[in-house]
């Protein structure tokens, strides 16, 4: 996918160093070949605070040719801080790549803590940013244990975990990196995306990339992959509930969509106001619409 | 009577060891450490065989290898030669031939082990009832309202307040802390139980509380134990062989009557005599 070209003099295509770029796509094909799990790499050095996406960004630099077309993400929107910093790196060490907003148009997406709502297609990548790659490191801080945890598939002490949420709160509490099993075995850290994208990574038609860079560490749900979060058999995963206190599902305050995941925010006279998280979705109802 | 486990010829050296270990050490020459490298004999050549619903008592004082015994049998140390078989019903495991996802299995599945201390049998970060939760999700049951049912069951059975289930255990005191961790290993009727120490530590009446459980246990369940201790009342108590151990070997074994009652070992008949 890569086509080296030396526009930019001092750096190569994709900022990366060929060698470097090799070795975190033979990561990636690791990655691929057991779902899940997660394969160390060299993280390299990138020239922002690692943290900030440098993980998702290094898969990024990895698999992008000049033909393709990118898509930034920051939970949702295109035109966060991360997303348009990311962006304008990628491009300005890319030469020739496209850029896009339209979640349709890309081809590769990186993304930090969303899946977009539009259902993602087999000719599609999407790139999630990880902060803490290990689900088990909440309830085991050596790793050297925790390899062989994950190895024996041993997620009793996560469940543990639930049960106490349920045993306190009467429900599960984790909001956002819900852990995930991936094909009956590995359980993931699926980056701090909500619940409501989780389901998401079941049997996606697109492949799920996840780097982290500070932890060094890259993992993958492959295309057409169970992806079952861990629940009890009586007390099943839901999603976030958008439902105000009549039970009315509540809608974006700008294009009207009620099947969005909502962000709440107040306004300038000091109201609640939901919009959608996901603005290229928001901005496709509008056009929909006719506005 | 049907076996349950067999030991044989069981060693666990700890240090670098060398030719002479096993020779310049043991009760004959009244000590475990090798003159020549250095090295801990805990134990060498310890053979026994369990039977299925028996209590065996192992007696000795601290350092004999006593607990190092049974953290072999559990998985929790690795034996530096010997040979251990569990026979389950009509399957048999070599114990130290397995690898490391099938120790874990067994452990789960078919042992249970109750500490001296209970830090090391329970998750002090968790309430007791998720303590016992635990073990049962090992066991793979993914059904929320039947381990709250059978947490609560196991800890009635153990007499803790059930009201207090969902309590840390640091909020108890040493014996319900205890019965706590009985309750846990219990979970899964295990038919094998490794009890290391339990009573050590607490009051007299707390003690009879806990050697009356574990009675219990043995009639209700058929739970095959293996006591280990250095208190004669407990093993008189609850052990119908007890084997005592010095220096890392077995000096002396039998019915535990026969035992109390005419000790033949110099040792034996020390630790017979001294008793309060």
């Known amino acids: ?291 | 009577m049907e076996k349950i486990l067999e030991v044989r010829n069981l060693s666990k050296v700890f240090g670098k060891g060398c030719p002479n270990c096993f020779i310049k050490t043991g009760p004959d020459l009244d000590t475990n450490i090798c003159p020549d490298c250095g090295s801990v004999v805990a134990i060498h050549d310890l053979s026994l065989d369990l039977y299925k619903g028996e209590i065996l008592g192992i007696m000795g004082e601290s350092g004999s290898g006593k607990s190092t015994v049974v953290k072999n049998l559990f998985f929790d140390q690795e034996p530096t030669s010997g040979r251990a078989t569990f026979f389950d019903d009509d399957k048999q495991y070599d114990l130290f031939g397995l690898n490391a996802a099938q120790k874990r299995h067994l452990r789960n599945h078919r042992f249970g082990m109750v500490y001296q201390n209970p830090h090391l049998g329970l998750n002090f970060g968790i309430s007791s009832g998720g303590n016992i939760a635990e073990r049962l999700l090992m066991n793979d049951l993914r059904n929320y309202s039947e381990i709250r049912e059978r947490a609560r069951e196991l800890l009635e059975r153990t007499e803790v307040l059930t009201n207090r289930m969902d309590e840390l255990p640091g909020n108890f005191s040493g014996g319900m802390q205890q019965r706590v961790q009985i309750a846990k290993a219990l979970a899964i009727n295990p038919p094998l139980l490794f009890l290391d120490e339990v009573t050590t530590g607490l009051d007299l009446s707390v003690q009879a509380k806990i050697l009356d459980l574990i009675l219990e246990i043995q009639q209700e369940m058929n739970t095959a134990m293996i006591v280990v201790t250095h208190d004669l009342g407990v093993v008189r108590l609850l052990a119908g062989r007890t084997i005592v151990m010095k220096y890392g070997r077995i000096i002396e074994s039998g019915l535990t009557d026969q035992i109390l009652e005419d000790p033949q070992h110099a040792y034996t008949q020390r630790l017979v005599a001294s008793a309060l």
């Open chain 1, 1 to 291: 996918m890569t086509a080296m070209r030396k526009a930019n003099a001092a750096y190569p295509f994709g900022f990366l160093d060929e060698y470097a770029k090799k070795e975190v796509r033979r990561t990636i094909l690791k990655a691929i070949a057991i779902p899940g799990y997660q394969v160390p790499y060299s993280s390299r050095e990138m020239p922002m605070g690692r943290g900030f996406g440098t993980g998702g960004l290094q898969l990024t630099l990895s698999i992008i040719g000049a033909d393709d077309t990118l898509k930034v993400i920051d939970q949702g929107s295109d035109d966060s801080v991360n997303a348009v910093n990311l962006r304008s790196f990628i491009e300005m060490t890319c030469d020739g790549i496209d850029t896009t907003d339209i979640t349709d148009e890309a081809n590769v997406i990186q993304s930090r803590h969303r899946i977009p709502e539009k259902p993602l297609r087999e000719d599609q990548v999407i790139v999630l940013q990880v902060p803490y790659p290990d689900p088990l490191v909440v309830v085991e801080p050596s790793e050297d244990k925790r390899k062989i945890m994950h190895g024996e598939a041993d997620y009793s002490r996560l469940l543990v975990k639930l049960y106490e949420d349920i045993v306190q709160f009467d429900e599960i509490t984790i909001s956002h990196r819900y852990p995930t099993r991936i094909n009956d075995h590995y359980v993931i850290d699926p980056s701090p995306i909500p619940r409501w994208d989780v389901p998401k990574l079941n049997q996606s038609k697109a492949l799920v990339l996840l780097g982290a860079g500070r932890e060094k560490k890259i993992y993958a749900v492959p295309p057409y992959t169970d992806a079952e979060p861990l629940a009890f058999d009586d007390v099943p995963f839901r999603v976030e509930s958008f439902n105000d206190e009549n039970g009315q599902r509540r809608c974006c305050d700008r294009c009207g969509d009620n099947t969005s995941f909502l962000d709440e925010f107040t306004s300038s006279v000091g109201n609640k106001v939901y919009q959608c998280s996901d603005s290229d979705w928001c901005r496709e109802q509008l056009v929909a619409k006719g506005e």
